[in-house]
């Protein structure tokens, strides 16, 4: 396994969520009240922003927007500060810019350029949870209505007391490589994307389903790839809404590729040289997704291979390989 998270976007988020501590709604409270404390405002999923920077208010100049806010979550403690975000959903956009102090509303995968990792993370965070509670109003079971408690990281059923608590959907993504020289790895084209984009291939989990199984069931259902060995690479927080991407490798059992036509409409083998040529052309991946950092890492893999190999030869050709008695 070769966990390299940390580079991988919306992961690491280096704040403590307080878990033991959010269930006290006295202590949430205080932390809500507290002068220093940061309010994160969101609208409909969309981060407000300002001259293209997200909007933080301190609790003392956002009374008012806390006030009309459908819901304010507490997110846990960057340090001695305490976080909250506040979903301003219910109002409409024009209102909640002006309360926000903001001029635009923008989605967070659109910000990640021009901010930090950790604003990333955190903005990310926010909007899942926000848009959690948005669709989490009642009981799945009952259908009576639910309060929020714990800060917002549980909602209760008024009728039945059944406990609600957010719900994550993981899905598989994977590099699938073939083995021999040179090394190639397949990637698709999905229905709704670009004539040219090419991405890996990836899927939800089913219920009763390993991860590893998903990726077998995945690549044979869309491309008609039967894959041997899969290993872990990596995983990513994917809140768009409630996503959490596991990467894998995978290794394939021949090179015969038949796509679904349905979610898949094209699927191809590259080598190394030609998948540098359509990242150049910007035909691979987004900047902040796991696909990303599989592609980039097989890529770097490559790379080592090929030098390992020149080195090698090189040495041959010169006469500095060194022998030893047995």
């Known amino acids: 396994m070769n966990d390299r998270s940390p580079s991988v976007h919306?992961?690491?988020?280096e704040l403590d969520r307080a878990g033991d501590r959010r269930s006290d709604a006295a202590w949430v409270a205080s932390q809500a009240s507290r002068p220093g404390t940061r309010v994160l405002p969101l609208w409909r999923d969309q981060c407000l922003t300002r001259g293209g920077t997200p909007v933080v208010r301190r609790v003392a100049d956002a009374a008012e927007l806390l006030d009309q806010a459908a819901e304010a979550v507490f997110l846990g403690l960057d340090g001695d500060e305490a976080v909250f975000a506040a979903d301003l959903s219910a109002l409409e956009e024009d209102q909640a810019r002006d309360l926000a102090g903001a001029d635009a509303v923008q989605d967070v995968r659109q910000l990640v350029a021009g901010i930090t990792a950790a604003e990333a993370g955190l903005l990310a965070y926010a909007r899942g949870?926000?848009?959690?509670?948005?669709?989490?109003?009642?009981?799945?079971?009952?259908?009576?209505?639910?309060?929020?408690?714990?800060?917002?990281?549980?909602?209760?059923?008024?009728?039945?007391?059944?406990?609600?608590?957010?719900?994550?959907?993981?899905?598989?993504?994977?590099?699938?490589?073939?083995?021999?020289?040179?090394r190639r790895c397949l990637l698709a084209r999905h229905a709704k994307s670009g004539p040219q984009s090419f991405s890996t291939l990836a899927g939800f989990v089913e219920i009763g389903e390993s991860l590893e199984d998903a990726v077998r069931r995945e690549a044979f259902e869309e491309a008609g790839v039967q894959v041997k060995s899969v290993v872990y690479q990596g995983s990513q927080a994917?809140?768009?809404?409630?996503?959490?991407?596991?990467?894998?490798r995978a290794e394939a059992d021949t090179d015969t590729v038949r796509v679904d036509g349905a979610e898949v409409v094209d699927a191809r083998w590259f080598t190394a040289a030609?998948?540098?040529?359509?990242?150049?052309?910007?035909?691979v991946y987004r900047a902040d997704s796991i696909d990303r950092f599989l592609i980039e890492g097989w890529l770097a893999e490559n790379d080592a291979s090929a030098a390992s190999t020149a080195a090698e030869a090189h040495a041959a050709e010169s006469g500095d390989t060194e022998y030893t008695d047995g």
């Open 10 to 13: 919306y992961t690491g988020l």
């Open 274 to 283: 030609e998948l540098r040529a359509r990242i150049d052309a910007g035909h």
């Open 238 to 248: 994917w809140p768009f809404p409630a996503g959490l991407m596991v990467g894998y």
């Open 129 to 182: 949870l926000l848009h959690w509670h948005r669709n989490q109003r009642f009981c799945g079971a009952c259908g009576g209505p639910a309060d929020s408690r714990d800060g917002g990281h549980l909602r209760v059923c008024r009728d039945c007391g059944k406990l609600l608590f957010p719900r994550i959907e993981p899905a598989v993504i994977m590099l699938i490589e073939l083995a021999g020289q040179p």
